[in-house]
């Protein structure tokens, strides 16, 4: 079953000067089955954001198609993990994590029950009455993993989430988010300028071109799951796929 349908999808914006527009996104199609894991990689500026919000309704579409299948009235349709911010400062590890649950008007009891089963599954179980400040950047994603998942919405929509963190941090994020997303079933649209970590988390790459974006390829990522992030890298499928990302990258780069 199509999660999202995207047909024809246009985002334009007007532009800053109020002269004329910028388009962000031109003519995008594609669709995402239900309990699938894509990674939307592309160049800076090419609309993956604009797309993100736009699937997750807090951007209008100027043209085109987008539909959000629901299945499950009871849970929220998207949850947004938004670029370079995971958690609220001023509040604990557990009010993170519960705000969402809270937001969605869940028993007081239930809130904290959830909220410390994701903790533990994130393994901050000694940090929860912690605040941000007092963790690393390392565990604070870890907090905004939790939050996501905890809020259990059908689709999770992920904005370079780990774009800040260093290599080996990251590798073990990736390896959180994998354990998180195959005990959860979530359907994932997750942002990255990292083709390592597309291919290590993906079941298919959308990789889109220089503004105005438009999907160039569509790859489906035949690597066998449960993947580790190191081993993989041995497997020949990843390299013959990185050479291949890599190539339509750099001609939209350069
Ligand atoms: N609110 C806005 N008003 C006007 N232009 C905007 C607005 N938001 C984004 N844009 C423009 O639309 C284009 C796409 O922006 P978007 O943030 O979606 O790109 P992106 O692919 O997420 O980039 P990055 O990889 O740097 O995060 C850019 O040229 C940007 O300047
Ligand atoms: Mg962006």
Same mark, same amino acid.
């Given at each position: ?7 024809? =999808? ?12 910028? $388009?962000?996104? *031109? ?10 894991? =894509? ?10 954001? !604009? ?11 100027? !043209?085109?198609?987008? *539909? +959000? ?12 993990? @938004?670029?370079?911010?995971? +958690?609220?400062?001023?509040? %604990? ?17 239930? *809130? ?9 599954? +994130?393994?901050?179980?000694? @940090? ?20 996501? @998942? ?25 390896? %959180? ?14 942002? %990255?300028?990292? $083709?390592?970590?597309?291919? %290590? ?32 890298? !041995? ?17 939209? =780069?350069?």
């Amino acid at each position: 079953m199509s999660k999202i349908v995207a047909d024809k =999808v246009t985002i334009r914006y007007a532009d800053r000067s109020g002269v004329g527009e910028v $388009i962000a996104v *031109q003519d995008v199609s594609f669709s995402v089955a239900e309990g699938e894991f =894509v990674c939307l990689v592309g160049p800076s500026g090419c609309g993956k954001t !604009s797309l993100l919000r736009a699937i997750a309704g807090l951007q209008p579409i100027s !043209s085109g198609a987008l *539909q +959000v299948q629901r299945s499950d009235d009871k849970r929220p349709a998207t949850a947004m993990v @938004f670029q370079g911010a995971a +958690v609220f400062p001023w509040m %604990t590890v557990l009010e993170n994590v519960s705000y969402g649950l809270r937001t969605r008007g869940l028993p007081y009891a239930q *809130q904290i029950a959830i909220a410390h089963e994701w903790i533990a599954r +994130v393994k901050l179980e000694r @940090f929860a009455e912690a605040y941000p400040y007092q963790l690393s950047g390392g565990m604070q994603q870890r907090v905004g993993l939790a939050r996501a @998942f905890a809020y259990n919405a059908e689709i999770l929509l992920m904005d370079e989430p780990f774009g800040a963190l260093d290599a080996q941090t990251r590798l073990i994020l990736q390896d %959180t988010l994998l354990e998180l997303w195959q005990a959860s079933g979530n359907t994932i649209i997750f942002v %990255t300028h990292s $083709i390592d970590e597309a291919l %290590t988390l993906a079941d298919r790459l959308l990789i889109m071109s220089a503004r105005p974006g438009r999907i160039l390829s569509d790859e489906r990522v035949q690597l066998p799951r449960p993947r580790e992030a190191v081993a993989l890298r !041995s497997d020949p499928h990843y390299g013959e796929l990185f050479g291949k990302v890599w190539s339509l990258l750099r001609a939209q =780069v350069a």
